[in-house]
T-cell receptor, first 111, second 117 residues
């Protein structure tokens, strides 16, 4: 089992739709969680951190479920510019020395 | 916010030559930096963890003599691809984290696209 698992997609949704991704992690001691987006042929860029109480940034909402060991990302009113690969990132264990990336979920927004 | 600078952004070299890639943390000290490689349509793969003042830690399957890492200061790590071959052509990305900031995320350099002819 991978340490961090994501549905690879691709998700192909119309502009304006709401789309949600989940990401599961195996290490129950994981402390930090993040969502990154990566555009084609570019480096990953931080989208948002994920806090225990859940957090929202504009059209994006991130949630953490420690009991079930997953995090989620919800995108509302999707835009064409949201097309990218979304990476789930988990800080493995209580040590900050290793950060694990999911393989990414590809999202394509169609007009 | 924290910024990581990577140079060069693109390099084309002949087979057998060596290429050095620099990764700098611009406004924070990074005792640890990470080097990744990404092939087209694949996910990021961690190659090694660069530790300031000590040897790098390489992931399984990554040749330490081929991918030389030097982390001589708190703001600079270098990756040298020695005797490059066409199969080394890839997108190399470094990242660093401001360990002094609680739960700070990883920040990435803008990557180096290496093409070996």
């Amino acid at each position: 089992r991978k340490e961090v698992e994501q549905d690879p997609g691709p998700f192909n949704v119309p502009e304006g739709a709401t789309v949600a991704f989940n990401c599961t992690y195996s290490n129950s001691a994981s402390q930090s969680f993040f969502w990154y987006r990566q555009d084609c042929r570019k480096e990953p860029k931080l989208l948002m951190s994920v806090y225990s109480s859940g957090n929202e940034d504009g059209r994006f909402t991130a949630q953490l479920n420690r009991a079930s060991q997953y995090i989620s990302l919800l995108i509302r009113d999707s835009k064409l510019s949201d097309s990218a690969t979304y990476l789930c990132v988990v800080n493995k264990g209580s040590s900050a020395s290793k950060i694990i990336f999911g393989s990414g979920t590809r999202l394509s927004i169609r007009p | 916010g924290a910024v990581v600078s990577q140079h060069p952004s693109r390099v084309i070299c002949k087979s057998g030559t060596s290429v050095k890639i620099e990764c700098r943390s611009l406004d924070f000290q990074a005792t640890t930096m990470f080097w990744y490689r990404q092939f087209p349509k694949q996910s990021l793969m961690l190659m090694a963890t660069s530790n300031e003042g000590s040897k790098a830690t390489y992931e399984q399957g990554v040749e330490k003599d081929k991918f030389l890492i030097n982390h001589a200061s708190l703001t600079l790590s270098t990756l040298t691809v020695t005797s490059a071959h066409p199969e080394d052509s890839s997108f190399y990305i470094c990242s660093a984290r401001d360990w002094g900031a609680y739960n700070s995320p990883l920040h990435f350099g803008n990557g180096t696209r290496l093409t070996v002819t």
